[in-house]
């Protein structure tokens, strides 16, 4: 196995979350098991496989490995990979692959498709992807995935289940349409962004940002340029009900050790436990 690039691993559950993130420098993640990835800052050889990706925004650090990833799937006669982008950064990207692909003398096959807040992706019959708006300097999205589950109505237990059968027969919709959040993706955003999206503060596993930790950085100079202060996640403390949230995509002016010396001041508990920073 080629190993080239940092990849860190969590297993929560029946999904694995795998990637790595640092600000200006790479951001990768993605779910194996429902065959998604966000944002390709950098392409880990294991993660070429993935055939569809979701990009929060066009800065180089979140999108600089396509025309990597994409080449990758072709030497290796993989289907072309769906990438699905705000839909402001479709047309440049287009323009961006056939240049690469004339100097490169090769072809780069992918279906780039636009998505704006709002939207919804069916990954499959049990998945759904839906589209947040993110606050960054450029424009932006967060993503949430949810498990949908159908679940008989409550008009209708206790009935036979030939009579349910027979309803639905009829065209009468029997049941209705479960939601669970299961993993939340925020991208660079400041923290409106979070709150602009409840099911983030919901989600089974939160990935985001924490660029700056340092006491010193000030919250309104970095939330101009469109990131996250450590003090933001503590004034919205009680709102995270997710089971593991994951902080990444640390600024490159700490080391290791500063990150976690500041968090382990201002959050003695890790949030009970819940928080992992990815460094």
Not at 45 to 65: E, Q, R, Y
Not at 178 to 188: I, M, T
Not at 249 to 271: C, G
């Amino acid at each position: 196995m080629i190993h080239n690039l940092p990849v860190k691993t969590l297993v929560h559950k029946d999904l694995t979350i795998e990637g790595y993130s640092r600000a200006a420098v790479q951001t990768y993640w993605r779910i194996p098991e429902l065959k998604i990835g966000f944002d390709l800052g950098a392409q880990p050889w294991s993660f070429m496989g993935t055939p569809t990706w979701f990009v929060s925004h066009t800065h180089m650090d979140h999108l600089v490995a396509l025309p990597v990833y994409v080449a990758r799937r072709r030497m290796m006669k993989m289907e072309p990979p769906t990438i699905y982008l705000p839909e402001a950064a479709v047309e440049p990207v287009q323009r961006i692959l056939r240049i690469y692909s004339r100097i490169d003398r090769g072809r780069l096959p992918c279906t780039l498709l636009p998505i704006k807040p709002g939207d919804e992706i069916e990954l499959s019959r049990e998945h759904v992807v839906s589209i947040s708006a993110t606050v960054h300097t450029v424009p932006s999205l967060g993503f949430v995935v949810w498990q949908r589950r159908r679940k008989l109505k409550p008009e209708y237990f206790g009935l036979p289940g030939t009579e349910i059968r027979d309803l639905r027969l009829s065209g009468v919709e029997v049941t209705s349409e479960l939601r669970l959040p299961r993993v939340a993706y925020l991208g660079d955003s400041t923290p409106e962004g979070l709150d602009a999206c409840p099911a983030m503060y919901e989600a089974e596993v939160l990935i985001m940002e924490l660029t700056f930790v340092a006491p010193k950085h000030r919250k309104d100079k970095i939330h101009k340029f469109g990131h996250m202060h450590l003090d933001d996640l503590l004034d919205r403390r009680q709102r995270f009900h997710n089971e593991v949230v994951i902080a990444s995509h640390f600024s490159t002016r700490y080391h290791a050790r500063q990150v976690e010396t500041w968090i382990a001041k201002a959050l003695p508990d890790r949030m009970e436990g819940r928080l992992q920073l990815w460094l």
